[in-house]
């Protein structure tokens, strides 16, 4: 079975204290993960080395970064590089959020290269596509994706592809009073996956976790997490709130 992930993304949020706080309840909270269960939290920069050092003896929890430079290194002052992240002992990354797509200009070919980059330091990357609400209404949101996964995926091999984690964020639902339904999340998700097997194969494909990122809650995480072609969510809000973050993590199917 693919593995099936609770991401929490803390985005710009909590002080460093608040942030210890957080991850130490998480750490001390009654859950019991499966295999294939992996929690993972992307946390600020500079709470890194905090957030590692607290979830060291947990084996199913994992570190991830916001973001990192599409450069190997050099005179780049405020980027963070793969490189640097590695050394810290960094396993995830999350590549082309919308918000670092909307905010920052970050294009599908900068993104490839912040793949490779990660790769290449044997760092995870959460890969995150997805459409605004003005594709959605034009109904070109299948074909708005399949771009962002050819431009930003398609130059990887089938043993590197395998390495990657799609995070697909219905931009449209989003902080715009419109909801993404349950069916509307499996749609897309399988439309993911197609893409996928066409390119590298079915028995590929079948290996790659998709997570969802569209306002998932403690209410609604079982649900959305039952879908045949969901495995799990990158989640903002709820993931600042121990009680509710628990519950999300217990719903991976």
């Known amino acids: 079975m693919r593995n099936q992930i609770a991401a929490a993304n803390w985005k710009m949020n909590l002080t460093y204290q608040q942030g210890m706080s957080l991850l ?3 750490v001390s909270a009654d859950i019991s993960l499966k295999k294939n269960h992996k929690a993972v939290f992307s946390v600020p920069f500079p709470y890194l080395e905090m957030a590692i050092a607290t979830t060291r003896n947990k084996e199913d929890y994992f570190i991830a970064a916001q973001n990192c430079s599409d450069k190997k290194s050099g005179a780049y ?8 992240l590695k050394s810290l002992g960094v396993q ?4 082309g959020h919308s918000e670092r797509r909307e905010y920052f200009g970050e294009s599908n070919l900068m993104l490839a290269d912040k793949l490779n980059f990660c790769l290449s330091f044997d760092i995870t990357p959460i890969f995150c596509c997805g459409e605004a609400l003005v594709t959605r209404e034009a109904n070109k949101q299948n074909g708005y994706v399949e771009q962002q996964l050819r431009e930003s995926l398609f130059h990887l091999s089938k043993d590197e592809i395998i390495k990657i984690v799609i995070a697909y964020e219905p931009i449209w639902a ?18 993911i996956r197609s893409v996928l097997k066409k390119q590298y194969g079915e028995p590929i494909a079948e290996q790659i976790s998709i997570l969802y990122g569209g306002s998932v809650k403690a209410s609604n995480a079982k649900e959305i997490f039952g879908s045949k072609d969901v495995d799990g969510g990158l989640v903002g809000g709820a993931s600042l709130i121990a009680t509710e973050f628990v519950e999300i993590i217990k719903a991976l199917k």
């Open 24 to 26: 130490q309840t998480l």
């Open 92 to 95: 995830y990354c999350l590549v």
């Open 174 to 191: 989003i902080g715009t009073g419109k909801t993404a339904s349950t069916e509307q999340a499996q749609e897309m998700h399988a439309h």
């Open 77 to 84: 002052t405020g980027e963070v590089s793969a490189e640097m």
